[in-house]
């Protein structure tokens, strides 16, 4: 299966730790989304890259969390300091090229609950 | 990135065409529409998207009406697999450094009856 792949697909903490999650996008998407989504919403947009740079990162997105694509190819999500409003599930999605003609295509995501 | 709306839930019969609606009144000549939809427990699917013309792959066609302010999904024969929730999206079509992130709403709940 050549798709987004995540990883883990659920983690269970407790509030005041450190998780990173990872994404790993279609081999040949220079572009890499992560979203957040809570339960009867639709995903939030969190941050994306094109290759390694971190081009825009959401107000959603705080000092807490992280995120990185070190050699342009996966990307870890990091959050430190864990609160339970941080329980959601976090998305990966990977297009090619920028153009609003390539569509983004997502992995199934990480749950994350914090106790 | 344009406003979109669309129903909160709809009914369909197993075997039955699908159609899904979705405003988008406020859509500039430079924005396409897209639909996705996502599966309990899943990660969102993309379906198919367009600018004017009508579009149709395997999985379900686009009919964009002229003035581009409407747009319908149509799942030709619905199975209960298809029971999902429906995103309609507009995403401007620019080029470079912006981001052309997708920002989804509540979408529509397709419930398929068998």
């Known amino acids: 299966d050549t798709g987004v792949s995540q990883d883990p697909r659920h983690k269970i903490t407790k509030r005041g730790q450190n998780v990173t999650f990872r994404c790993d996008p279609i081999s040949e998407h220079n572009r890499l989304y992560w979203y957040r989504q809570t339960l009867g919403q639709g995903p939030e947009f969190l941050t994306y890259f094109q290759n390694e740079a971190q081009l825009e990162k959401s107000r959603l997105l705080s000092d807490r969390f992280s995120a990185e694509r070190p050699k342009g190819s996966f990307s870890t999500l990091e959050i430190q300091r864990t609160e339970q409003g941080d329980s959601a599930m976090y998305l990966c999605?990977?297009?090619?090229?920028?153009?609003?003609?390539?569509?983004?295509?997502f992995g199934n995501g990480t749950r994350l609950t914090v106790t | 990135d344009a406003k979109t709306t669309q129903p909160t839930s709809m009914d369909c019969a197993e075997g039955r065409a699908a159609n899904l609606p979705c405003n988008h009144s406020t859509i500039s000549g430079n924005e396409y529409v897209y639909w996705y939809r996502q599966i309990h427990s899943q990660g969102p699917q993309y379906i198919i998207h367009g600018l004017k013309n009508n579009e149709t792959n395997e999985m379900a066609s686009l009919i964009i009406t002229e003035d581009r302010k409407s747009s319908t999904l149509i799942l030709p024969h619905a199975t209960l697999r298809d029971t999902a929730v429906y995103y309609c999206?507009?995403?401007?079509?620019?080029?470079?450094?912006?981001?052309?992130?997708?920002?989804f709403g509540t979408g529509t709940l397709l419930a398929v009856q068998p």
């Open positions: 999206i507009v995403r401007v079509a620019g080029y470079g450094g912006a981001t052309n992130k997708l920002i």
């Open positions: 999605a990977s297009s090619l090229g920028g153009s609003g003609r390539s569509p983004l295509h």
